[in-house]
């Protein structure tokens, strides 16, 4: 009786449980020991489990933008270093968008895990470090035209071997970010969090021996896999296209279009991509790890909750691009808005093709841009030197069955937004608003959601301030009949304004929504506006009472009310006419 | 009844199915015990039923403490107040955008939790507060006589029974000034009406969850109320003149008038009562480091007790995404019962709850119409429970119906119905398991320094697997398993928990400020205590809560015993340096650590009774043997025997069954049993 036939499928879920739990335990101890507030507040990281050869056998709910990519950067380290090189105790770093990696603040690091002498797998996570140096302090370079402009690049090195600390790895690092402190403190989180996970994963294999947790790790990525086979199934077969468009790259101010045929083949899915634009001048462009998780991503929402997430569940799907495009990034080309910006543009794509085959489980398009704004300075009461990256949620689109959210981190992410009063506390701003935005979230018979507003005062001499939105010249779109959601954007009122302009206006940015190195001087101000997600549905179906609640609390306004859902009047039945799915903002 | 001294100390449990009463006599150690119908409609009734049950005559009851689920099923069923949220103008949709995270990756099924609180209920004051404490737009009169225009409004057609205010300005944690003048207006504008505050219910920083933590802290103010009026009328009725107390969810108990004070408080009331009761009997038989597994018909509640001492924390949430901030006992509760649902997912593996089959239709054996494998089903098949003596004989139980669901589950798993029964029972007891690893391992500790504390109806039935699954050497069953809830809230002390938040750095730190604190939220707890009834000297305890500075959360760090003075402080920072290394694999020597809140605990010891032991005496003999299956050894004959007819330093080697009317031992094979001379039953593996 080989080891394979007693692996019951009561103990196959126990060992699912231990891995994911593992995986939990590292985030936590992440999250409560990192220093900036994208971890601790954001929970802009995530946790995973591999087997030696380089498939994800367990993940844990913190952020997604990682997992996809995760399955990339771990093979292409082993790959790199060859297994042989991994001893006990080492831990290797690794965030080169060219080697598996999404965008350079991503930093991976791994562990390798030995049983009875012998590699076993690897436990590793993938975190946002705040600050890498490069053009633009807080390392959002939104006008970058390479990747030296983005910050530090690492390619898969030990930062320590055999439990000690490779020296010159860290100097190199350490002395190349702008707040070094901060990178020691969120690395050594990163890096304690991995013990503690070695730990447990020494206990699951001292339990039940290292053949048989292979095995049955084997067999939780082929149950992955056939559950995913059967969902797919599920979806009509057929060739269903979809495009949108970045409305500009930071450095050129031109639309970049990312366009989609996916294929839907009994129990595989092809996302073919090469009919995109070419590789943007600017850092829009997605590396291809980025563009294979939008298009993992985009399945997973549309298919059950309930499938254990591993590799497995990407088997099915085949990823096709063009290099030297906008979905598959070449040296040396920048890539930094590629995993917040165009990472959920992507993945909008996906679920706006797969609107046409399955409307019922899709979503129409949300706000889909991460609203970075990034700043730095000297904080005058410790005068110690500061970078904060900062984002902001927008709103999702309707559903077939309910009204999109508001203020929601975007799909390919699930961050926290930082309080008020955490950010006042660490950083010399004033908050003099936060809330939503009232007819924000795109019209339907179930409407977007809101986006937010946020009005920051400036309270030290200076602060200088970078940028990375989008979705503020082009809209989220609606679905079936629903309408557009609304703008986002950020503006600026310098002190003494009467009101707030324009970034371009007020200090010649070639963008207004992705900008680099602005100082803003004492009392000026700056508005952030997320966008709002699109409605599902013509706006003419939504029931008198949603409408009227959506008036008694504050989400539209009477004249939304009248001119947009014609409350109140004869509902012309005509206005139904116009259904369908339509995807995209524009042309094909 | 003919008492000498003493009378009665009593405890109120409340449960899904049953409220239980004990009574422990504290001259004599005697006990009593009642057990009545809960009624979820009109709770007070079942509490008169089983105080009437007991029969006791009421002026022979001393003290009564009550755990009630009346604040957690307010919030649970979204049965409260209309509350109007007062706050910093410009921030009124915080309670809307909560934190801007998602409960799952990949859903667009899922959606936001919604605020107990109506978006248009939500109203701004023109007031700002800075991070150091600083004012930086004042409370003007005027704008709080517009704001009580609107509250008024929206009040307007709503009784002061069902309506509430809640309050929660930026930075009132560091300076409540104008939370307080606001807290007293609006009571002189709006007589009657609850009035709930943030620095008072939750003085923690970060305004959604401290904002979240006083609307729900509202919004079952005006119920509170009214159950405690209600729950008072009645005792009286009843002829009790006692003072009554309500269990809180630190473990401790308070005042009835007290606790309507702050229901926030009270969230854990009807749970925390066990861990207390387990503690006890864990202490009893001399052991510190406990893990209390609390298994009942739905859910299990799993909690630590670590060198005699709870552990504690601060966030609980209704549903996730909705945070309440308060002090819990800790403890997890998981949806694993004996009436726990078994079912297969679309991926074909098995599951085991979290739904739950309830009293009715209950599992299928007890034959009122459930068609749905159950835990106990499982453990029916097994031949571990005794069909005719399921609560003590008073419901029979149908083997063959409860083979037959077992087998349809099986065929589908392609397993015999009873290895289908053995699947479904090591489910059960890996949900219990997971849930004793979050409080253990996730927290830094080895579940194998911990002896398992199993109580709850179905508690002793699952220890045994538990307890192997964990490596636990040693299990502890308390007498009355069932009622041990009860019991726990009998011997409950008073406790008050005061903190307050600071904003201080080890390298430039004025001892004198933090000392100074620290007396202030210790006389504010005594007075409480004083208050309360509580004359004695309460014991004190004082923690700082630290961090490195840079980080984001906070360790709370014990100061010794005694006075503290700045050592003490000095000495505080040595062990939060320890404590990170220990719990992180890591510490930063050297390293500025900040000084985030103050706490103060006290508690008011109250006397604990001596229960009666159990008569030395003859060997028991087994009533029957019985055929029992254990994991992969097969049906093994077992004899039988009745607990109350276990004499003290009675011992016995597994496999056996030990049975009593609301509860059923297992001692697997190679498991040896015995019985304390306080009638504790310790099994070791």
């Given at each position: 009786m080989t080891a394979m036939a007693r692996i019951d499928s009561v103990t196959l879920s126990v060992i699912n449980n231990a891995l994911v739990n593992i995986c939990r335990e590292m985030g936590t101890a992440m999250m409560r020991t990192s220093y900036s507030p994208i971890f601790n507040e954001g929970l802009d990281f995530s946790c995973v489990i591999f087997n030696r050869r380089g498939d994800m056998i367990g993940q844990a709910e913190f952020c997604p933008t990682m997992l996809g990519s995760a399955q990339y950067a771990v093979s292409w380290t082993i790959e790199e270093l060859g297994l042989e090189s991994f001893k006990p105790g080492d831990v290797v770093v690794h965030n080169d968008p060219y080697r598996g990696q999404c965008h350079m603040p991503e930093h991976m690091v791994l562990r390798p895990v030995f049983f009875d002498g012998e590699l076993w797998g690897f436990v590793a996570n993938i975190a946002h470090v705040g600050e890498i140096g490069g053009m633009a302090p807080g390392s959002f370079a939104a006008d970058a035209t390479e990747v030296y402009q983005e910050g530090l690049r690492l390619p898969p090195v030990k930062l320590i071997s055999r439990g000690e600390y490779v020296k010159d790895v860290w100097k190199i690092i350490l002395s190349n970010h702008r707040t070094p402190?901060?990178?020691?403190?969120?690395?050594?989180?990163?890096?304690?969090?991995?013990?503690i996970a070695e730990t447990r994963l020494t206990g699951l294999l001292e339990r039940y021996g290292g053949t048989f947790l292979t095995e049955a790790s084997d067999r939780l990525l082929q149950y992955s896999e056939r559950w995913m086979r059967e969902e797919i199934r599920a979806i009509p077969n057929g060739e269903y296209r979809a495009s949108d468009c970045m409305e500009d790259d930071g450095v050129t101010d031109q639309p970049v279009w990312i366009r989609l045929r996916l294929v839907v083949r009994d129990d595989e899915v092809i996302a073919d991509w090469t009919d995109s634009d070419p590789q943007a001048k600017g850092p829009v462009n997605a590396t291809f790890v980025v563009t294979a998780a939008a298009s993992y991503s985009g399945l997973l929402h549309v298919t059950s909750n309930d499938i254990p997430r591993n590799s497995g569940c990407y088997r099915p799907i085949r990823v096709v691009t063009k290099p030297g495009s906008v979905?598959?990034?070449?040296?040396?080309?920048?890539?930094?808005?590629?995993n917040t910006e165009t990472h959920p543009h992507i993945q909008n794509v996906v679920v706006a093709a797969l609107s046409q085959a399955i409307p019922d489980r899709t979503a129409a398009a949300e706000g889909a841009s991460g609203c970075n704004f990034l700043f730095a300075g000297v904080h005058p009461a410790t005068g110690e030197y500061y970078t904060n990256y900062h984002i902001d949620g927008s709103g999702w689109g309707g559903t077939a069955f309910h009204?999109?959210?508001?203020?929601?981190?975007?799909?390919?992410?699930?961050?926290?937004?930082?309080?008020?009063?955490?950010?006042?506390?660490?950083?010399?701003?004033?908050?003099?608003?936060?809330?939503?935005?009232?007819?924000?979230?795109?019209?339907?018979?179930?409407?977007?959601?809101?986006?937010?507003s946020r009005i920051l005062r400036v309270l030290a001499p200076e602060i200088t301030v970078?940028?990375?939105?989008?979705?503020?010249?082009?809209?989220?779109?609606?679905?079936?009949?629903?309408?557009?959601?609304?703008?986002?954007?950020?503006f600026v009122k310098k002190r003494g304004d009467t009101q707030f302009r324009r970034f371009s206006e007020a200090f010649g940015t070639v963008s207004d929504s992705k900008f680099t190195r602005v100082v803003l001087k004492e009392g000026d101000e700056v508005m952030i506006h997320s966008p709002g997600g699109g409605g599902y549905g013509p706006a003419t179906e939504r029931s008198s009472e949603a409408i009227a609640e959506d008036l008694r609390q504050g989400w539209i306004s009477e004249k939304a009310a009248k001119d947009l859902y014609r409350h109140g009047r004869q509902r012309n039945r005509a206005a139904r006419a116009k259904r369908g799915p339509r995807s995209g903002t524009g042309k094909r | 009844m003919k008492r000498n001294g003493g009378g009665f100390r009593c405890g109120i449990d409340t449960g899904g199915t049953f409220t239980d009463f004990v009574g422990v006599d504290e001259a004599s150690g005697e006990l009593v015990a009642s057990k009545w119908p809960s009624s979820a409609e009109n709770p007070v009734e079942s509490i008169v039923g089983v105080v009437r049950q007991s029969g006791l005559p009421p002026d022979s009851i001393r003290f009564l403490i009550l755990g009630t689920t009346v604040a957690t099923n307010a919030l649970l069923q979204r049965r409260g107040a209309r509350v109007v949220y007062v706050t910093t103008k410009g921030f009124e949709d915080v309670l809307y955008i909560q934190r801007m995270n998602r409960r799952y990756h990949y859903s667009y099924e899922w959606t936001k939790p919604l605020p107990f609180v109506e978006r248009r209920d939500c109203l701004g004051v023109q007031e700002r507060v800075g991070p150091a404490g600083e004012v930086v737009a004042p409370l003007e009169?005027?704008?709080?006589?517009?704001?009580?225009?609107?509250?008024?409004?929206?009040?307007?057609?709503?009784?002061?029974?069902?309506?509430?205010?809640?309050?929660?300005?930026?930075?009132?944690?560091?300076?409540?000034?104008?939370?307080?003048?606001?807290?007293?207006?609006?009571?002189?504008?709006?007589?009657?009406?609850?009035?709930?505050?943030?620095?008072?219910?939750?003085?923690?920083?970060?305004?959604?969850?401290?904002?979240?933590?006083v609307v729900a802290d509202a919004f079952v103010k005006p119920l509170l109320h009214r159950y405690v009026h209600s729950v008072r009328t009645s005792l009286k009725r009843l002829g009790l003149r006692c003072p009554w107390a309500i269990m809180k969810s630190n473990g401790g108990h308070a005042s009835a008038s007290v606790a309507e004070g702050q229901p926030v408080n009270l969230l854990?009331?009807?749970?925390?009562?066990?861990?207390?009761?387990?503690?006890?009997?864990?202490?009893?038989?001399?052991?510190?480091?406990?893990?209390?597994?609390?298994?009942?018909?739905?859910?299990?509640?799993?909690?630590?007790?670590?060198?005699?001492?709870?552990?504690?924390?601060?966030?609980?949430?209704?549903?996730?995404?909705?945070?309440?901030?308060?002090?819990?006992?800790?403890?997890?509760?998981?949806?694993?019962?004996?009436?726990?649902?078994?079912?297969?997912?679309?991926?074909?593996?098995?599951?085991?709850?979290?739904?739950?089959?309830?009293?009715?239709?209950?599992?299928?054996?007890?034959?009122?119409?459930?068609?749905?494998?159950?835990?106990?089903?499982?453990?029916?098949?097994?031949?571990?429970?005794?069909?005719?003596?399921?609560?003590?004989?008073?419901?029979?139980?149908?083997?063959?119906?409860?083979?037959?669901?077992?087998?349809?589950?099986?065929?589908?798993?392609?397993?015999?119905?009873?290895?289908?029964?053995?699947a479904v029972v090591e489910m059960a007891n890996e949900n219990m398991a997971n849930a004793i690893r979050l409080v253990s391992i996730e927290r830094g500790l080895d579940p194998r320094d911990f002896s398992l504390v199993a109580f709850g109806g179905a508690g002793p039935l699952h220890a045994g697997g538990v307890s192997e699954k964990m490596g636990m050497a040693r299990i502890l069953i308390p007498p009355y398993p069932g009622l041990c809830s009860a019991f726990g809230a009998a011997l409950a002390d008073y406790q008050v928990d005061k903190v307050w938040s600071t904003n201080y750095r080890s390298d430039s730190l004025d001892a004198g400020r933090v000392l100074g604190q620290l007396r202030d939220l210790e006389s504010a707890a005594c007075e409480e205590l004083l208050a309360e009834g509580f004359s004695l000297a309460p014991e004190i305890r004082r923690s700082i809560s630290m961090r490195y500075a840079?980080?984001?959360?906070?360790?709370?760090?014990?100061?010794?015993?005694?006075?503290?003075?700045?050592?003490?402080?000095?000495?505080?920072?040595?062990?939060?340096?320890?404590?990170?290394?220990?719990?992180?694999?890591?510490?930063?020597?050297?390293?500025?650590?900040?000084?985030?809140?103050?706490?103060?605990?006290?508690?008011?010891?109250?006397?604990?009774?001596?229960?009666?032991?159990?008569?030395?005496?003859?060997?028991?003999?087994?009533?029957?043997?019985?055929?029992?299956?254990?994991?992969?050894?097969?049906?093994?004959?077992?004899?039988?025997?009745?607990?109350?007819?276990?004499?003290?330093?009675?011992?016995?080697?597994?496999?056996?069954?030990?049975?009593?009317?609301?509860?059923?031992?297992?001692?697997?094979?190679?498991?040896?049993?015995?019985?304390?001379?306080?009638?504790?039953?310790?099994?070791?593996?």
């Open positions: 402190k901060t990178s020691w403190g969120d690395l050594h989180a990163m890096i304690g969090s991995l013990g979905v598959n990034v070449r040296h040396p080309g920048p890539s930094v808005g590629g009204d999109g959210d508001s203020a929601l981190c975007p799909e390919n992410g699930n961050c926290r937004n930082t309080p008020v009063e955490v950010l006042e506390t660490k950083f010399p701003w004033r908050t003099l608003e936060y809330r939503l935005r009232p007819d924000s979230g795109g019209p339907g018979k179930y409407r977007g959601g809101l986006g937010s970078n940028a990375l939105m989008d979705r503020t010249k082009t809209r989220a779109w609606g679905l079936f009949g629903g309408k557009e959601g609304g703008y986002g954007g950020i | 009169t005027n704008d709080m006589e517009r704001l009580a225009d609107m509250v008024a409004e929206r009040l307007d057609g709503h009784g002061t029974q069902d309506s509430a205010i809640a309050v929660s300005l930026l930075f009132s944690y560091l300076n409540p000034a104008h939370e307080i003048r606001l807290k007293e207006f609006l009571q002189a504008r709006f007589p009657g009406v609850a009035v709930s505050v943030s620095h008072e219910v939750a003085p923690i920083w970060r305004e959604y969850e401290r904002g979240s933590t854990l009331s009807g749970q925390s009562g066990g861990i207390i009761g387990g503690r006890f009997f864990g202490n009893l038989a001399g052991d510190r480091n406990l893990i209390t597994v609390d298994m009942g018909g739905t859910s299990c509640d799993v909690g630590v007790v670590q060198g005699g001492a709870l552990s504690y924390i601060t966030n609980y949430e209704v549903e996730w995404g909705l945070p309440i901030s308060a002090p819990f006992v800790d403890l997890t509760a998981i949806g694993a019962g004996g009436g726990s649902i078994a079912w297969i997912d679309k991926g074909g593996f098995l599951r085991v709850g979290p739904q739950s089959a309830g009293a009715v239709p209950g599992p299928i054996c007890y034959g009122r119409g459930g068609s749905e494998v159950t835990v106990t089903d499982a453990n029916l098949v097994l031949g571990r429970l005794n069909p005719d003596y399921f609560l003590g004989g008073r419901m029979d139980l149908d083997p063959d119906r409860a083979t037959e669901g077992l087998a349809g589950l099986g065929r589908r798993l392609g397993l015999e119905a009873v290895a289908a029964a053995e840079g980080q984001n959360y906070e360790h709370d760090v014990p100061l010794g015993q005694g006075e503290p003075n700045a050592e003490s402080i000095q000495q505080a920072f040595a062990e939060f340096h320890r404590l990170h290394e220990q719990l992180y694999g890591y510490s930063i020597s050297g390293e500025v650590i900040e000084l985030i809140r103050v706490n103060v605990t006290a508690i008011g010891r109250t006397r604990k009774p001596q229960l009666k032991a159990p008569p030395n005496g003859r060997a028991a003999q087994p009533r029957i043997r019985r055929p029992v299956c254990f994991s992969q050894g097969g049906f093994v004959d077992c004899p039988v025997y009745r607990r109350d007819e276990l004499p003290a330093r009675f011992a016995l080697e597994g496999p056996a069954v030990v049975e009593e009317v609301d509860s059923t031992v297992l001692l697997h094979p190679g498991q040896t049993l015995r019985v304390s001379r306080h009638g504790v039953i310790l099994i070791r593996a």
